[in-house]
């Protein structure tokens, strides 16, 4: 299950921190379980939720979290901003529309297959189960979007004037750590959180990843490297206090630079946005 307390969240097959803007809200869309690919959605008929339960969060803890079971959806304190952000993929930022409670009213939701679907379940991508959960807030919240395209300010990541300052991981390296478990690698693992990213044999594309989601802007990867890396940046987030992230207070833009050998040109492109059309508060069962 994942789980997240104040600004950490932890992914079933990587584990990320991520900084959480205003109240309940996630800015990172979670892959919730599965490959994602195509090919594997095509062979499987996505069973819909026999039943669920949609309450607002009453509790003061504040404490939150949201993943999935063996046979279902659970979240705790979530908001529905921050569901529809993971049901449709798509950043925070680029979500527009709809009352304000959709950014800070949390809710709890189980919601449970039975029967034959428990193992259908099961095998379902990540793509396949966030379906699910789009046709969940469309019956209790009585949502509807669309999607717009729209021209916004990104960013190109590129290889800085003196290259990359980071190891490339070779196979040999991965099949030697395969088999050496003291000094094993973990391919694809990642930690993120206020001020800071470090992961594992990670290809280009998810390393701008991981830097759209700290800026919440589009970042496109322009810096034609084709390995998989060992990456650890440290910055000061802009809404951060002294203590956060990298002592020496550099920005991102600066961090990228002298610690990676990567640099962010600014620039303006077309980014799919989402827009909230219709939404109600859901009934209490």
């Not at 599965?34 to 069973?47: L, Q, T």
């Not at 950014?103 to 039975?114: I, L, M, P, S, Y």
């Not at 998989?228 to 991102?252: A, F, H, Q, R, T």
Request: hydrophobic share 40%.
């Amino acid at each position: 299950m994942t789980v997240v307390r104040a600004s950490t969240l932890v992914l079933a097959a990587m584990t990320l921190a991520l900084s959480v803007p205003g109240v309940c809200a996630q800015t990172f869309p979670i892959n919730l379980a599965g490959d994602d690919s195509k090919a594997a959605d095509s062979d499987v008929k996505v069973p819909a939720y026999d039943v669920a339960s949609v309450k607002p969060n009453k509790t003061s803890a504040g404490g939150m979290s949201i993943g999935t079971k063996q046979d279902g959806f659970t979240c705790v304190n979530i908001s529905l901003k921050s569901l529809i952000s993971n049901a449709y993929g798509i950043r925070w930022d680029l979500i527009s529309g709809g009352p304000g409670w959709v950014e800070t009213t949390g809710f709890d939701v189980e919601a449970k297959v039975a029967g034959e679907d428990v193992e259908t379940f099961k095998k379902l991508t990540g793509r396949q189960r966030n379906s699910m959960l789009q046709a969940l807030l469309a019956d209790r919240f009585k949502l509807k979007v669309h999607t717009e395209t729209k021209v916004v300010p990104t960013y190109d990541l590129v290889v800085a004037k003196d290259g990359p300052k980071f190891k490339e991981v070779t196979p040999a390296e991965l099949e030697v750590n395969s088999k050496d478990p003291a000094h094993a690698k973990n391919p694809g693992s990642m930690m993120m959180g206020p001020g800071m990213f470090k992961g594992q044999a990670l290809p280009m594309s998810l390393i701008a990843k991981q830097i759209e989601s700290a800026l919440e802007k589009t970042v496109t990867d322009k810096t034609g490297l084709k390995g998989k890396y060992d990456v650890d940046l440290k910055w000061k987030p802009e809404d951060s206090g002294p203590s956060s992230g990298d002592d020496s207070g550099e920005s991102i833009f600066t961090a990228l630079q002298e610690q990676l050998g990567l640099k962010l040109v600014p620039t303006k492109g077309p980014v799919e946005t989402l827009v909230i059309d219709h939404v109600e508060l859901p009934t209490e069962n």
